[in-house]
């Protein structure tokens, strides 16, 4: 039986509001334990289609939405984290949906998936909840960041860069979504020579992350060996987002 207290301590929602603000980002190890992680894991591994289920980069990744809906271990923590952020942000708040996901390995022909990951989720902010039901390593796929791009001067500066955030020559087009979404490669690569470095997350099953993704640029990196399983609450959404009737 799953524990019904919530994991997070008071000191532990203080500290992650003023990383929260600072950084953009607070890391909680221990958050969870392993056989909590596991049985999740198991639970996951059991769905590999049907309603509000993706398969992506040539069938190496299943997301698995509305996993609250599905799974009693993610219901809890999907409880656990809108306790969480609602006292980090000092007002209610519940999350839209929780993905559950599952990495594998990218085959050879599937390399060209390894291409054009880095993003930001919204140019408003967006916070997640992640837990990390594997421990991952450089290998793994693990979610790494790049820190400081969060700031308000970085996001300025970026913004007004022709081909960063936005595409300007399309700006007035209609019909297409979220155009400073994805990032492309070549300026990632300029912000390394700049300067700018990555931090890869490489953490035990049960580590929790809070981020606010829509401001710091981000990827999940390539899988290149082993397995990757992780749940991600999903906070500020459209009504509906990925909200799928699966009881």
């Given at each position: 039986m799953f524990k019904t207290s919530s994991p997070f301590s008071?000191?532990?929602?203080?500290?992650?509001?003023?990383?929260?603000?600072?950084?953009?980002?607070?890391?909680?190890?221990?958050?969870y334990p392993k056989n909590f992680c596991e049985q999740i894991k198991t639970d996951i591994d059991k769905v590999n289609s049907g309603l509000?289920?993706?398969?992506?980069?040539?069938?190496?990744?299943?997301?698995?939405?509305?996993?609250?809906?599905?799974?009693?271990?993610?219901?809890?923590?999907?409880?656990?984290?809108?306790?969480?952020?609602?006292?980090?942000?000092d007002q209610q708040i519940i999350a839209g949906t929780v993905l559950a996901i599952k990495n594998n390995p990218?085959?050879?022909?599937?390399?060209?998936?390894?291409?054009?990951r880095w993003h930001i989720d919204s140019w408003r902010s967006q916070e997640k909840v992640f837990l990390f039901l594997s421990d991952t390593t450089e290998k793994s796929g693990?979610?790494?960041?790049?820190?400081?791009?969060?700031?308000?001067?970085f996001?300025?500066?970026?913004?007004?860069?022709?081909?960063f955030f936005f595409n300007h020559f399309s700006?007035?087009?209609?019909?297409i979504p979220r155009r400073y979404a994805s990032i492309p490669d070549k300026k990632?690569?300029?912000?390394?020579?700049?300067?700018?470095?990555?931090?890869?997350?490489?953490?035990?099953?049960?580590?929790?992350?809070?981020?606010?993704?829509?401001?710091?640029i981000h990827r999940a990196r390539p899988c290149k060996e082993g397995q990757r399983h992780a749940l991600t609450a999903y906070y500020s959404t459209a009504k509906g987002y990925h909200d799928y009737d699966v009881y």
């Open positions: 008071t000191e532990v929602t203080e500290e992650a509001k003023e990383s929260m603000n600072k950084n953009g980002y607070f890391l909680i190890p221990n958050a509000g289920v993706e398969k992506n980069y040539g069938g190496s990744e299943t997301r698995i939405w509305s996993a609250q809906k599905r799974f009693k271990g993610v219901k809890k923590f999907f409880h656990d984290s809108n306790k969480l952020l609602s006292s980090i942000l990218l085959t050879e022909e599937h390399q060209k998936n390894s291409m054009g693990p979610l790494e960041f790049i820190p400081n791009t969060h700031k308000f001067l996001r300025l500066k970026k913004a007004l860069e022709p081909g700006m007035l087009k209609k019909g990632i690569e300029a912000l390394f020579n700049s300067g700018y470095k990555t931090k890869p997350l490489l953490v035990k099953a049960g580590t929790v992350l809070v981020i606010n993704s829509a401001k710091l």
